[in-house]
């Protein structure tokens, strides 16, 4: 069974932003993440929060293992995410 993917609405709209190659690949990637998620997702200093590295992009994410959903809260280039913290 995989994983079901959900995006907070400001994570979904910094997506929407980019251009649209770079969004595709993005997209790519999570649908891997779907898949087999603990090969992509590394441990987040923040006590149960996950990131998610695509390129020069990371999503910052939390895990529901019972219901198996990952929700991606934040997702952002690498020089802003971690100051939106």
Do not use: C
């Amino acid at each position: 069974m995989t994983w079901h993917i959900e995006w907070y609405r400001k994570a979904a709209k910094n997506l929407e932003s980019l251009p649209k190659e770079i969004r595709d690949r993005v997209v790519k990637y999570i649908d891997k993440v779907q898949q087999a998620p603990f090969n992509f997702l590394e441990h987040f200093e923040l006590k149960g929060y996950y990131k998610i590295r695509v390129g020069d992009y990371r999503a910052i994410a939390s895990v529901d293992f019972q219901n198996k959903i990952i929700s991606i809260i934040i997702f952002d280039h690498r020089k802003r995410i971690y100051k939106r913290l």
